[in-house]
């Protein structure tokens, strides 16, 4: 087969067009030196038990970021549960708990 052939047996392929946002985010520690800078994202990794980006600018310098030094940083009360959720799930530990037919729910001993 000559390579005309071959390219026209090959399947084209390319990678999925993502989300701008997705890619980069935005320095916004008042001190970093890069703040106001935005960068593109190379991966996120979780360390300490907060997660940090690695990220590259236009000039090929990584840095590693804390979430907190962003802009996505978490909205306040955006982990916390609601209400609503709270007390459907004290409703079912209850319902779990009167099963095993004693109050506090220690079950078989």
């Given at each position: ?99 095993c037919g004693e109050p506090g729910g220690g079950g078989p001993s």
């Open positions: 087969m000559n390579s005309g052939q071959l390219d026209s047996q090959r399947t084209q392929h390319s990678a999925p067009v993502r989300d701008v946002s997705a890619d980069s985010l935005m320095v916004t520690h008042p001190f970093h030196p890069w703040s106001g800078r935005r960068v593109r994202v190379c991966r996120s990794v979780r360390r300490g038990g907060g997660l940090v980006f690695v990220c590259t600018a236009g000039d090929g310098m990584t840095v590693t970021l804390p979430q907190a030094w962003t802009d996505r940083v978490p909205a306040p009360g955006e982990n916390r549960l609601a209400a609503d959720g709270l007390g459907a799930l004290s409703a079912l530990v209850n319902a779990l708990m009167s099963r």
